[in-house]
């Protein structure tokens, strides 16, 4: 049984495992590293949101959301300037 979710890119380490971060109702509830290279290559970035399919810790299926992510960038950017 595939399970959705929305994952966050968090970090690439050794420049080819992606570290996602799984979301369910704005909670950080799971992690999945995956190799980069199973990502669409315009979400192979920091802060990359995307909608993933996982079945048995494993990764199915993938659509990187650029509104999204977009959206975050700039919310965590107002964040930042009122800081500073």
């Known amino acids: ?5 929305t994952a966050t890119l968090d970090r690439i380490v050794d420049e080819q495992t992606a570290v996602l971060l799984l979301e369910e109702d704005d909670e950080t509830v799971d992690q999945l590293d995956v190799d980069v290279t ?8 920091e802060g990359a949101v995307l909608e993933i399919g996982v079945e048995a810790s494993e990764l ?16 965590a950017q107002e964040r930042l300037d009122r800081l500073s």
């Open 1 to 5: 049984m595939t399970e959705t979710y």
């Open 38 to 45: 199973t990502l669409p290559p315009e979400a192979q970035h």
């Open 60 to 75: 199915c299926e993938v659509e990187y959301l650029p509104e999204d992510t977009h959206s975050r960038n700039e919310s």
